[in-house]
């Protein structure tokens, strides 16, 4: 299966955008997804991840402002991102088939990969 990001762009500072990534076929494990992000010179970082009973985990500077869902159906994963920040800018990638237990934004390990989609917040 492979993964396809949609809906980047560029935004002002304090507006909102929202990402999705669908899935191409049901061959893929959906017991975990996330979304991560890499800005220039940094490393790709975890932003959300959300397992099949719909419990979440975050990255604690988007806390409050991004929501991940997960429509397992349609096999399509969402970010929406409000009130944007600067800092938000950098290429997200959406993730599926978790190579460990539990789904954590910060330890678990993904085996599928999509693309990315750049977003680019301006001030």
């Known amino acids: 299966a492979r993964l396809m990001e949609s809906g980047g762009g560029s935004v002002q500072s304090g507006g909102s955008l929202r990402l999705s990534c669908a899935a191409s076929d049901i061959i893929y494990d959906g017991s975990c997804v996330a979304w991560f992000r890499q800005a220039p010179g940094k490393k790709r970082e975890g932003v959300a991840v959300v397992a099949k009973d719909g419990s979440t985990d975050y990255l604690e500077s988007v806390k409050g402002r991004f929501t991940i869902s997960h429509d397992v159906v349609k096999r399509v994963l969402y970010l929406q991102m409000d009130n944007v920040e600067p800092d938000d800018t950098g290429t997200y990638t959406c993730?599926?088939?978790?190579?460990?237990?539990?789904?954590?934004?910060?330890?678990?390990?993904?085996?599928?990969w999509g693309e990315g989609t750049q977003v680019t917040i301006t001030s």
């Open positions: 993730a599926s088939d978790p190579l460990g237990p539990g789904c954590s934004v910060t330890t678990t390990p993904f085996g599928r």
